[in-house]
């Protein structure tokens, strides 16, 4: 919070600043001398940190008080202007930073901050002065009026627009954390995936290797046996890595893009699965693309997996700027996102890209999935 | 024999030649990227050509086209496709032309020299050689669609060796069955996928291409 104040602020700001800074130190070292305190940090601070001095200075000044006020006779309680005195800009500050921190209407949050700081005073000075005449009713009564007119005339301008960004804002927090959560769990599959398959082979081929090289003199039946397990080895690391590979970026989608990826999906699919594709020739957007794949292709694999379905099929379509992706099937229905099928899986994947999922599944079937994901493309068509 | 190849890395280019080389194929060009597939095929009409998929420039499929581009213009030309990883969908459009001479092989394949030479050899004699990741990947299916729902088991099982380009001695040895019993077997899959009579490797090809539609 200081940091950008910082950068900005002036070289006679600066001056004023450290003068301050330098000052409450002195007197903190002076006082803490007194009572047998340490001086805390360089003499030198931000204004944050002088703002906690001088309140701190502050509060050791009014228990000054407080304690003069009760040995000589607690009369009138009048170290209660120090307390107020230093109350006030503590509470104004704090009610401030709260009120600009709220995301819908500042403006009417701003304004309630200072009617209520300010009536709390009046109230604090009617306490503090005479407890006769309740004075103070009428400010605090012109200042509920206007507060209340604000209120009334401000939403029907405002709220609107101001409420819709604080929902995209929502949004755009929840799903760019459900997107990095997504790739960091991606990120360590892979690397277990590595580690466990490839690493692990690679290694065994590398031993298998050094042995048959120590055997080949004396013992060429073993070495020969060795080399032939090496060769295994290596072939099941290659297998490892394509797995990786697919599961990474299937090539098949780099090579051929969404049309011809899921066209694949369904020549691999055991259940027979009818497309129909009616995508413009442009390939979407990578990222776009990517996530739209693996939202089919989970797709069917829960049609193959739960549907019992003899038959299933896949529409593509794209109008302008909005990716349509339709997985049905003639299974026995009642697929449940919360049921964790992966559908929730999809949710996440369309969302950080905005998509959204919908599912209809009664019981007895049939099942149909829609995806849709706005995709602007690059270079709109004339 | 004489061959073509095509290869971006070097590393495996050279490993290749050499391989090649020492079982008595010669290479007459190597070339390292999808446009020069074209001009050299056409320039020295190899007796067979041996594609990596995954060719500069777009790193693609670049060299699938080029086969599927260089059977248009030359159509007896053996090819065999290599690739780090398979996909049915461009086994069948390789075969799509309903021609022999085509193979389709993991590049891991290379590692059993011995078959691999083989299938090279195979691909040049005009049959047609699948990988068995590809016919795998096809097995995992269930199969309940016709007309390959009208194959018994064991037709199946001949039919997917078929498609990995073996004899019928190769299939009878694999079923350890006799080569007899793979005719008969053979005779019963062309009789119930439809295919008119017509010289054995058309209808071997035809075969596999039903298989690689279900």
Not at chain 1, 203 to 218: I, N, P
Request: proline share 6%.
């Amino acid at each position: 919070m200081n940091e950008p104040t910082d950068r900005r602020e002036t070289a006679s700001s600066r001056r004023v600043r450290d003068r301050i800074g330098r000052w409450t130190s002195l007197v903190l070292r002076f006082i803490g001398g007194v009572l047998g305190s340490k001086p805390k940090g360089p003499p030198r601070g931000t204004w944050s940190e002088i703002a906690r001095r001088s309140t701190s200075f502050g509060v050791v000044v009014a228990l000054l008080l407080t304690v003069i006020w009760a040995m000589t006779g607690a009369g009138y309680f009048w170290p209660g202007w120090m307390w107020f005195a230093l109350v006030l800009p503590v509470a104004v500050s704090w009610g401030l930073r709260t009120a600009l921190h709220t995301k819908v209407r500042r403006s009417l949050a701003v304004h309630a901050v200072i009617s209520l700081v300010i009536s709390s005073a009046l109230i604090a000075i009617w306490l503090l002065s005479s407890h006769r005449h309740f004075w103070p009713i009428w400010p605090i009564l012109g200042l509920a009026v206007i507060l209340a007119v604000h209120g009334l005339l401000v939403p029907s301008v405002s709220r609107s627009r101001e409420q819709v960004l604080a929902e995209r804002i929502d949004v755009l927090t929840r799903t760019r954390e459900g997107a990095l959560d997504v790739q960091v769990a991606e990120m360590r599959r892979v690397e277990r995936d590595l580690h466990d398959g490839a690493q692990a082979r690679l290694v065994s081929l590398g031993m298998s290797l050094g042995m048959a090289d120590e055997l080949l003199d004396s013992d060429p039946d073993a070495a020969r046996r060795l080399l032939a397990e090496a060769r295994t080895a290596a072939g099941d690391a290659l297998g490892d890595l394509r797995a990786v590979v697919r599961g990474i970026l299937p090539p098949v989608l780099a090579d051929r893009g969404l049309a011809g990826a899921v066209q694949a999906l369904a020549l691999a699919s055991p259940v027979p699965v009818e497309m129909t594709v009616e995508l413009p020739a442009e390939r979407l957007p990578a990222p776009v693309e990517s996530a739209a794949y693996f939202a089919v292709a989970e797709a069917i694999t829960n049609v193959i997996k739960h549907s019992q379905a003899r038959a299933a099929w896949v529409r593509l379509g794209q109008t302008d700027d909005l990716l349509s992706m339709v997985v049905g099937d003639d299974g026995q229905g009642g697929a449940d996102p919360d049921k964790g099928s992966g559908l929730r899986g999809i949710e996440h994947r369309l969302e950080a890209f905005d998509g959204t999922v919908e599912i209809s599944s009664p019981s007895g079937g049939p099942t149909v999935v829609t995806m849709e994901v706005p995709c602007a493309r690059s270079s709109p068509k004339t | 024999m004489r061959a073509v190849i095509a290869e971006d890395l070097a590393l495996l280019r050279d490993g290749l030649i050499r391989l090649l080389k020492a079982h008595d194929i010669e290479v007459v060009a190597a070339v390292g990227d999808g446009p020069s597939v074209l001009p050299a095929l056409l320039e020295h009409r190899p007796d067979v050509a041996v594609l990596d998929v995954r060719l500069p420039p777009t790193f693609t499929n670049e060299g699938l086209l080029a086969a599927i581009a260089a059977r248009e213009q030359l159509p007896d030309l053996p090819i065999l496709v290599l690739s780090q990883y398979v996909e049915p969908l461009y086994a069948r459009e390789l075969l799509a032309d309903q021609r022999g001479g085509v193979g389709y092989l993991l590049k891991d394949r290379v590692m059993d020299v011995g078959q691999f030479v083989d299938a090279v050899r195979r691909v040049a004699n005009g049959g047609t050689v699948m990988d068995p990741e590809v016919v795998s990947q096809l097995l995992a299916k269930r199969v309940r669609d016709v007309p390959l729902g009208r194959l018994t088991r064991r037709e199946r099982e001949v039919l997917a060796l078929m498609a990995e380009g073996r004899s019928n001695a190769a299939v009878g040895a694999g079923l350890v069955v006799s080569e007899k019993a793979v005719s008969k077997h053979i005779g019963n899959i062309f009789m119930k996928l439809d295919l008119p009579p017509s010289d054995d490797d058309n209808r071997r090809v035809l075969a596999v291409l039903t298989y690689l539609n279900s």
